[in-house]
């Protein structure tokens, strides 16, 4: 039986893939913080099938305990500060989690399983002000927010400790996955939580920043399986994991809305108090890497994602009306 240890496994990204590993038969390990609450919402259908160790990314020797405990064959860090609006008002902390967090884990694992095949979450917000598109692994990265700097330095030093050390780490740069588990602060779940609201009358309106703000969306399940994948080949790399389509905010938002058969324009509010300090305008990935060398594909389409994530929120505020 495989060893998994996943940091960030009570989020979006975490759920989906330690439900793909039980799937596989690991046996899974999860790094939990200790909170005085506790939000496992996303994995309280499989919680009872992991085992939780306590530590914290900003906590080297509580790494160093973890990896002691778990004996991962693969550890996956997708553990991070990872809602860019706060990385301005939270610059020090998303730092210390998001960019120095993935140094520890690293010499973690580099102390205790130097065998342990690492996976780092690295995002495509690291490419920011676009130097090309679409974006591949070779792009240069420009990135606008503390949130893209504090990425490109865990990309950056994954890529250090396996070229120093031989470690077997990969980075996956991940462009906008979304799914039904995304947090409310997230654009995307913020659109699908207010049209299932305004549609049964519990909301009136949506307030939102930049509409034309355009992202590269796909499904966090399908996600995973590339994640999953890029540990089990020969040698470790990095690469880019994207539909190769992309989306403005307005057409998420004109998706969301025609699906419940409302009019956007009557219901969204353009508030200069949602524009981000500077504004990543265009991402587009190039998965071509992914699906030459990984074999993977993404399976659900822009528009059936949208649909899936409203449905889950009518869903929701319907048993609670």
């Known amino acids: 039986m495989k060893r998994t240890l996943i940091t960030g496994i009570t989020g979006q990204d975490g759920s989906y893939l330690a439900e793909l590993l039980l799937e596989k038969g690991y046996k899974v390990y999860g790094l939990k913080r200790r ?14 099938e992991i085992e939780f160790i306590s530590g914290d990314l900003d906590d080297l020797s509580s790494l160093i305990q973890a990896v002691k405990h778990s004996d991962p064959d693969e550890v996956y860090n997708l553990g991070a500060q990872s809602f860019v609006a ?74 250090n400790y396996r070229e120093s050390y031989d470690l077997f780490a990969c980075s996956g740069i991940l462009f906008n996955h979304e ?86 324009e009557d219901y969204v509010v353009q508030d200069p108090a949602f524009m981000r300090p500077a504004e990543v305008d265009l991402l587009l990935g190039n998965p071509e890497k992914a699906k030459k060398e990984l074999g993977w594909e993404p399976k659900i389409p822009f528009q059936e994602l949208v649909e899936m994530m409203v449905e889950r929120d009518l869903e929701k505020y319907s048993q609670t009306t």
Request: aromatic share 10%.
């Open 35 to 48: 909170t005085s609450t506790e939000n496992v919402e996303n994995i309280k259908h499989i919680q009872k």
């Open 86 to 159: 706060d990385s301005w008002p939270q610059p020090v902390y998303t730092a210390e989690v998001t960019g120095l967090g993935t140094l520890r884990m690293l010499e973690a694992v580099k102390q205790v399983k130097p065998d342990a095949k690492f996976y780092q979450a690295s995002s495509s917000e690291m490419f920011g002000r676009v130097i090309e598109t679409p974006q591949k692994e070779t792009t240069p990265f420009y990135p606008r927010s503390p949130y893209g700097v504090a990425k490109v330095y865990g990309h950056w030093i994954t890529i």
């Open 179 to 264: 799914s039904p588990r995304r947090g409310i602060q997230f654009v995307t779940r913020k659109v699908t939580d207010a049209v299932a609201r305004i549609k049964l009358g519990l909301q009136t309106e949506l307030r939102l920043g930049n509409l034309d703000a355009k992202r590269d969306w796909g499904f966090a399940g399908d996600y995973v399986k590339a994640m999953w994948l890029m540990l089990q080949q020969e040698k470790p790399d990095d690469f880019v994991v994207a539909t190769g389509e992309t989306h403005t905010v307005r057409d998420l938002v004109e998706a969301a809305f025609s699906h419940v058969g409302l009019e956007w």
